[in-house]
């Protein structure tokens, strides 16, 4: 193999990529507007240059797919004030880090010396709590359907390892209910989903089936290479054009109609839905994780007796509009003006799977001249 | 939202760990949340944790895709 | 009060503030001419200084001391300036092991031996347990510049040609996936002097201006370009060397290639013209047989840089603001 | 297996065996010359490097920022080299106030104007809490000699006289004093840049040679002239200069006032015929009113300090050996 | 007053040195051996370089002077031993950092990450148990009897408000019983001693006058400048001319005959005396302090349930034979050799008051040409 | 074995503590171990501790022995 050669199996994008940018053209005839509800494929259509190949007619909006955006800032606030406590070490993944709360982020903490650790596996954490047993580990865990096996199957592993030192701060949440959400939004015109590989890894089809059958919504599960969401794009705009609504699967080499049986019995024997706290979204229905009343020594909240404040988001902020696809990031009166990514005001701007941080640096702040897509967009919105 | 890369399984380590290697990296990933986990095997490893296995699968919508999307071009259907 | 964070620290935008924060207080300064490697004294003696800190000190493909003539090194010859002398101060927290100081002093004496360079200054400083993180060490490399002019860029010309010495990230990636207890097997860092590669370039008439790409790699390096001189700069994403170990670990921590440091990889603008025959001159040296042409400069979006994607799209390539954190969802 | 001790960074004996440790991989080193303030390249260009870790940064008479130009400004000029150029590098720790840095920089900017200095080159690291106490810079400054031929105690003779070019030891004083809260009313320390003090004596014929008595303090500096050319130094207690202050504080610590650190003063070897005139020249700087006569090179007790004490007696100053620790009973 | 004026009020020693020196000379008939027994006084003797201004005929030796150095090895083992144990802070003075035990020396448990505290007071010690509540904080007390009154003090303070996180490894020592062990001790001829002005204000004149009065040698209390020495050590002579043996006071300004009883107050309500462990010497009666009963809370051996172990000392080292004053560091095979201020083996060159240490620094390991004195005691040796 | 310094007294603190200076050196000393503490006494410190007021007295013993050394000058007495 040489050393230049990518993943064996990938489709080599740039030999087929422009027929399909040409099948999409062709076969546009109204304007429509897809979601991508991952932050990955947000990632990946940035990285990719997507919109700048696909026709001004398509546009692209992102939704809620980033954990890190979604989490509320009265949940970082609750972390920060747990991290206050003696003896905490709090282990979460890279981007929580930065999130503002109310009182900064677990970043400045660690700056000031707090132990706060960054993890890449649920199972580390444990491992932290294993290493370090006068200290009280806390994993701040957070995800969706694709991360809460993990955290299940180290709360199981901790209890039968019964080790005291280790909870969690479950700020899981569930995908479909916040999609029901979207879809019933009269305020929002989405002619497509593209859907999230991962999720769908684990939770199969029929978690999604309601958007095409019950609301008439083209839906595509789609990998993430850049090919994968071209298909996907291709995909609902064919949909349109053949008068269709279901629900296709694209991504079959990981996806099975039925899901990850083993990781959806996991997470229900270690957590039971609950109503959750989105940020700019508000208290969704359903669309959380709590752990159940067996595994409550684990919980965070109720060993060290805190609770979840609602404080006011920060003034002018408007991440919530452009979390539920409301305004996309260049209409928000802050953008790339008093929030840049080196001044972000909301999570959107920090999380580098955030819309806001990716229309910024990938359009270098709506300045760049290759964005027909996101431009269209905001023709749409007016 | 859920970054996952494609893994190779070299080794089982215990019951619930192996090492697999993403072109040529080598990590040891848990395989709780799998049937089976055999030498070989191609996992979709997000968070240390094998969520899947990948194999050759196709479905019928993206043949059809496949063959619609050609109706625009001449070239021949690359398969994934 | 603003405080200093590690994002000041990646090499982006947040560290040309720093430096900006630093020099505003200098007399005559100004920041495009800092950003250059070296700087060019009396005409003709380039200087450089830079810390070393990396963590860990031992990485695969090098280490701290082999860094530390490296690094100042190749910020000499990529102007064109001929690594003569160095300086170099230890910074040591009580309780480091002599011999693992003594192992480093070998590494970098290695390549002083190798370049002949000669260490001709030096300080160490030992301070309690708990002030440094072990060992950094400091060099300040001096020599003489052997071009006409000076290379920088200010001459750089649209349509000139860019150039990837060697495939990208492998220092960045190296020490990522040490940090994240990933164990690459063919990775290394590609930590290594670069005069002898570059040195035959310096005859060409063609050569604008060449920098090592280390904190904030190439990325970094073409925004400073694009940037400090008001020209465009577009890459294309399929011509960038990148080793499929350094994809992995990308792909696996969620960081992108662009932005990861090197330690023996110089981006080199050359007129068109010359671009083959720079090529061709690169691939003479065994550290530079993935060399590229990976791009070019344009009069289109001054300041701007842009990739060309695989899929034929173009979009920006930012200069990085914060520190690069895995990402896992 | 031997470690690195706090010892070690004394600037004493165990400093020099650190030193020798660390020159004895590299080729063509020897330690007399590496002992003198700055390195001589190409003939006549001064280079010196210094990392300053000073702890606290804020101390009375200075900063951090001021320091780190006047170390390394103060290494040039003690060898007749005109300080013309700094490159420096500064490694924060994260969480460290702008504001603070800034008010360092400034420092630093000021010093560099007053001498005429310029910034050319830099480099800013920050590491994450913990890795380093708050702050770590390293300067290189380079410039030129000004003298015909180059000061170092390889001129020592005989019979020269040498000279303190202020009263000693109050660098090390005003530091011990704030690490060990005595509030000293009258103490700053003496960091202060040389050049202008010491560029009249460059005119004379019989200057021999120059060092700051930095780290070590004039009783390290005398020890390495002794030993490094193997000749025989006598000082003479009552002579020295010492204020008040200082005798305090090492009276309280136990400390010995020879072994204090100084940032702004220059032991001086000159002819016997030239002392008088030297004297003179530098006591029109107000910097150095204190500079007096201490002592002198002999042929006897070849290798050694002596001390003549205020009762009569003699006795050795020797280099000392581990860090200087508050001594009670 | 000028910068280089030094302490108002102090003798201005090269004025009226030489007349001294001559007058010693002069009075001098027969060799005397006098042994000071204050390692202040040892290092002001080294330092002033008075040893090279005396007659042939005159030695001076050093005695059991220097705190650090008597520490029994057993005792520095036993506070490492402490360290090892969780979160201890140890606070002590300067030099014990360096003074090797079995295992190395605090300063080297130090340098791996122990907390070890250097205090320039006993106070201090009490002030760092009041800020770090969390930390248990062990205060290392060495000192003859002008530390001991000060230790006592932060006790009864330590108690007074209740402190709880505070104990104290109490290693003082007491100075007539070992000048008693000396002054019997028939390998010795010690024609004079040179008593410690600082003890002496603690102590008094009557604690030493069995010296003059019951074994018929000579004493002078002295102070600490050159020329106080130099007084003394003429004082010595004279008495010898004179046929004299008596204890002169030649420090009033600082001692008052009945001594400071506040001080002797407190030490006798804090403390017991106790035989002591001496580095060299072995246990002698009465020559040490334990914690009275009501005081038990504040030992750290108890506290800990720790004991002082009795190593063996390190092979070749003749530091006893030095504190007992049998041999000066020049006699010791190791001095010089094995033994430098690089590679201590023995205390006495640890501490920058052991003789070792000061008969290496000052006379460059034995070979500076300004050593009248003590080639003459090796003379006597011999 | 007991490095002690003079310092004068500049300001009583509290009824342990005052604030003392030595040539200009300011520091917190205790003074439980001494009779009475006054602004302008002379006191010798050890370890953070004063340990005796400095008074300028004289001993009969210290009168003798310098009579007896100017028995071998020239020079007069010259007091502490
Ligand atoms: S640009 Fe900033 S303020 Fe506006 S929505 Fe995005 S994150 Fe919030
Ligand atoms: S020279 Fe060293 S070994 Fe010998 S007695 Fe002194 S300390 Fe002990
Ligand atoms: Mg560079
Ligand atoms: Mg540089
Ligand atoms: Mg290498
Ligand atoms: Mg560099
Ligand atoms: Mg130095
Ligand atoms: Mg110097
Ligand atoms: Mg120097
Ligand atoms: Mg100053
Ligand atoms: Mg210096
Ligand atoms: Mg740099």
Chains 1, 5 share one sequence.
Not at chain 1, 29 to 47: D, Q
Not at chain 3, 46 to 61: A, K, L, N, Q, Y
Not at chain 3, 166 to 192: M, Q, V, W, Y
Not at chain 3, 246 to 270: K, N, T
Request: charged residues 20%; hydrophobic residues 40%.
């Amino acid at each position: 193999m040489s050393p230049f050669d990518r993943e064996p199996g990938q489709i080599k994008a740039s030999y087929t990529a422009h027929h399909v940018i040409e099948a999409i053209g062709q076969r546009l005839t109204k304007p429509l507007t897809f979601m991508e509800v991952c932050g990955t494929h947000t990632v990946s259509i940035f990285r990719s240059g997507i919109r700048s190949v696909l026709p001004p007619d398509l546009s692209l909006i992102s939704g809620p797919g980033c954990p890190v955006c979604v989490t509320d800032q009265g949940e970082i606030d609750c972390a920060i004030n747990l991290l206050d406590m003696p003896d905490i070490t709090m282990a979460t993944y890279g981007d929580m880090l930065r999130v503002p709360g109310t009182r900064g982020s677990l970043s400045e903490r660690k700056s000031e010396g707090k132990d706060v650790r960054l993890i890449t596996s649920a199972a580390q954490a444990l491992s932290i709590a294993e290493d370090n047993p006068e200290r009280e580990i806390v994993f701040l865990a957070v995800g969706f359907e694709t991360t809460a096996p993990a955290t299940a199957a180290t709360i199981l592993e901790a209890a039968e390892k019964n080790i005291t030192n280790f909870s969690i701060l479950v700020y899981h949440k569930q995908t479909p209910p916040v999609l029901e959400q979207l879809v019933k939004d009269p305020d929002l015109k989405i002619n497509g989903f593209i859907l999230p590989g991962h999720v769908s890894v684990i939770l199969g089809h029929k978690a999604y089936r309601f958007l095409a059958d019950h609301y008439g919504v083209p839906c595509a599960i789609a990998g993430f290479e850049p090919m994968d969401i071209l298909l996907a794009i291709a995909d609902l705009v064919f949909q349109h054009s053949n008068g269709e609504s279901a629900l296709h699967s694209l991504y079959p080499r990981a996806v099975r109609p039925e899901g990850n049986q083993k990781a959806l019995d996991l997470i229900s024997k270690v957590f039971t839905p609950c109503s959750a706290r989105w940020r700019g979204l508000g208290l969704i229905p359903s669309s959380g994780y709590a752990l159940k009343e067996e595994f409550a020594a684990f919980d965070a909240l109720l060993r060290f007796g805190i609770t979840i404040p609602t404080p006011k988001p920060p003034a002018g902020c408007c991440c919530g509009d452009v979390l539920a696809g409301h305004i996309t990031p260049l209409k928000c009166p802050l953008f790339a003006a008093a929030c840049t990514p080196m001044t972000p005001v909301g999570p959107c701007m920090v999380s580098s799977e955030g819309s806001c941080s990716a229309y910024y640096k990938y359009n270098r702040g709506g300045a760049s001249p290759w964005k027909r897509s996101p431009s269209a967009t905001e023709a749409a919105d007016d | 939202m859920c970054l996952a890369v494609p893994h190779t399984i070299e080794r089982i380590l215990d019951h619930n760990t192996v090492l697999a290697t993403a072109g040529s990296v080598q990590v040891e990933v848990r395989v709780d949340l799998i049937d089976s986990a055999d030498i070989g095997d191609t996992v979709l490893v997000h968070a240390g944790f094998a969520i899947e296995k990948l194999e050759e699968n196709d479905s019928i919508e993206l043949q059809a895709l496949w063959n619609e999307i050609h109706l625009y071009s001449e070239k021949s259907h690359v398969t994934l | 009060m603003e405080k200093v964070t590690l994002g000041h620290g990646s090499g982006g935008r947040l560290t040309q503030n720093l430096i900006q924060t630093i020099l505003s207080v200098f007399p005559e300064q100004n920041l495009t001419s800092n950003l250059e490697d070296c700087a060019l004294i009396w005409g003709k003696i380039g200087v450089t200084i830079d810390s070393f800190t990396v963590s860990p000190r031992d990485f695969p493909g090098g280490d701290i001391g082999e860094l530390a003539i490296c690094g100042s090194a190749n910020d000499l010859a990529v102007r064109g300036v001929l690594p003569r002398f160095i300086a170099m101060s230890v910074v040591a927290e009580e309780g480091l092991h002599m011999a693992e100081l003594s192992r480093y002093m070998k590494s970098a004496a290695r390549i002083c031996e190798d370049l002949n360079i000669q260490l001709v200054a030096g300080d160490t400083k030992v301070v309690p347990k708990g002030h440094v993180e072990g060992l950094f060490i400091t060099t300040c490399a001096v020599g003489e510049q052997i071009t006409e002019e000076s290379l920088g860029m200010d001459r750089l010309q649209p349509g000139d040609k860019i150039i990837a010495s060697t495939s990208i990230g492998r220092h960045g990636a190296a020490i990522g996936a040490s940090r994240f207890n990933l164990n690459p097997e063919n990775l290394k860092s590609d930590c290594a002097p670069l005069w002898p590669a570059l040195k035959p370039l310096l005859a060409l008439k063609g050569l604008r201006c060449m920098r090592d790409c280390t904190r904030g790699g190439l990325g970094t390096v073409m925004c400073e370009w694009a940037e400090g001189r008001n020209i465009g700069i577009t890459l294309v994403e399929k011509q960038i060397p990148i080793r499929i170990a350094v994809q992995s670990i990308c792909d696996i921590l969620g960081f992108d290639p662009l932005y990861l440091a090197c330690e023996g990889c110089a981006a080199i603008a050359v007129a068109p013209d010359d671009a083959d025959r720079a090529l061709g001159l690169l691939r003479e040296s065994s550290l530079c047989e993935e060399a590229a042409v990976i791009g070019t400069v344009t009069e289109d979006h001054a300041g701007m840089v842009a990739l060309q994607t695989e899929i034929g799209g173009m979009r920006v390539v930012d200069m990085p603001v914060g520190e690069m954190l895995p990402r896992i969802c």
